[in-house]
């Protein structure tokens, strides 16, 4: 077969693979098909973390079909027992003939070992194809799996000159429905949205999902709060109960504030402390020891800063309005305590642009 067969099969694999967008972690999205004299005999995707690899439910359509057959996959095939059985097993015992592979899967207990065994067992293994594509597709699935620690991505709707709120705070809406409907599309794909304590007690924000179509699943909100600033009565804690809610915060925490949170359902976190607040990158390690791979951050001038200066972001998405507002005390979208020089800036890779109504929405990794 041909190399742009080969891509041409594996596009249709990564589609197939983000139907389950959001749906799958920790484990990753994963794509695949089985084709057989040129014709797509089964296709295959994975739904949600214990239930059958992509590999398996494309196997089990093809049945008998798959002798012979060249099964395609966005990621290395498992050969290892986790939540499910290894599917090198089953790609073997189904009478494959060749396996092409997009990326090898970063996971330790399969990192080229599925490929080992299918060679071993006669199947002929094509590895490659389209990776950059598959490892895009799972670049949230691949750093949690090297550092332990969730993908970050930091949100911000701001004005053309750089402004998230006036100088008296006013905030809403910066940006229009249109920008905000796509923010709360992400909100659904992430497994957390992150707040400091200045953006719940500004707007006390509920942070939940609110679209229209699709299904919906609200992540786990996580809020940051040093000084124990963040009344209790805030709208994020109400349905701690029904959804989880992790409050960040130092130790001293008083008993009574503890009590109260606790009973409403939060979950109580206490971080080290660092240069006089929450230390956000021990916050990072926590947060991914709780199998939280994906991590938006939504908050203001202050935790942005701070974030940026730790080094933190993975992804930057900013939405920009057609607006001015001005002002030297209007709140820039970035705080902390920024560079000296400009040769130390964050550089923008990869970075897209596109138009949601009248605003603009500005897409890339750091």
């Not at 993908?151 to 004005?159: D, E, F, G, P």
């Amino acid at each position: 077969m041909t190399r742009e067969l080969h891509e041409q099969h594996m596009r249709r694999a990564l589609y197939l693979a983000r139907k389950a967008e959001g749906q799958t972690s920790p484990n990753p999205m994963v794509g695949a098909m089985v084709v057989k004299s040129g014709k797509v005999i089964a296709e295959g995707y994975h739904k949600k973390a214990g239930l059958p690899h992509a590999e398996i439910v494309a196997l089990r359509k093809a049945g008998s079909k798959a002798k012979g057959a060249t099964l395609y996959v966005s990621l290395e095939p498992c050969c290892h027992q986790g939540r499910t059985p290894p599917c090198t097993e089953a790609i073997v015992a189904a009478g494959i003939k060749r396996v092409v592979v997009g990326v090898r899967d970063p996971n330790p207990l399969v990192c080229g070992k599925g490929t080992r065994h299918l060679k071993k067992n006669g199947i002929e293994v094509v590895a490659g194809v389209l990776k950059r594509d598959c490892e895009r597709l799972n670049e949230t699935f691949i750093k949690y799996i090297r550092t332990g620690r969730p993908w970050v991505i930091l949100k911000s709707a701001l004005s053309l000159d750089g402004k998230i709120a006036t100088r008296t705070g006013d905030s809403q809406w910066i940006t229009g429905p249109k920008a905000r409907e796509y923010a709360h599309r992400i909100r659904n794909n992430v497994d957390a949205i992150l707040v400091g304590a200045g953006t719940v007690c500004a707007d006390d924000p509920r942070l939940t999902v609110r679209l229209k179509k699709g299904e919906v699943r609200n992540p786990v909100r996580v809020i940051v709060d040093g000084k124990y600033r963040v009344p209790v009565s805030a709208r994020v804690f109400s349905n701690a109960r029904r959804e989880r809610v992790v409050y960040a915060t130092l130790g001293g925490l008083p008993v009574a504030r503890k009590n109260k949170l606790q009973k409403m359902g939060v979950e109580i976190l206490v971080v080290k402390r660092k240069k006089g607040r929450v230390d956000l990158a021990q916050l990072m390690d926590e947060l991914g020891a709780m199998e939280i791979t994906s991590v938006m951050i939504e908050g203001g001038a202050e935790i942005s800063g701070n974030v940026f200066d730790e080094k933190l972001v993975d992804k930057l998405i900013y939405f920009v309005a057609p607006k001015i507002i001005g002002g030297k005390d209007a709140l820039g979208a970035v705080g902390g305590q920024g560079i000296d020089r400009l040769k130390e800036a964050l550089q923008i890779k990869g970075m897209t642009v596109a138009r949601l109504g009248d605003d603009l929405v500005i897409e890339g990794n750091i």
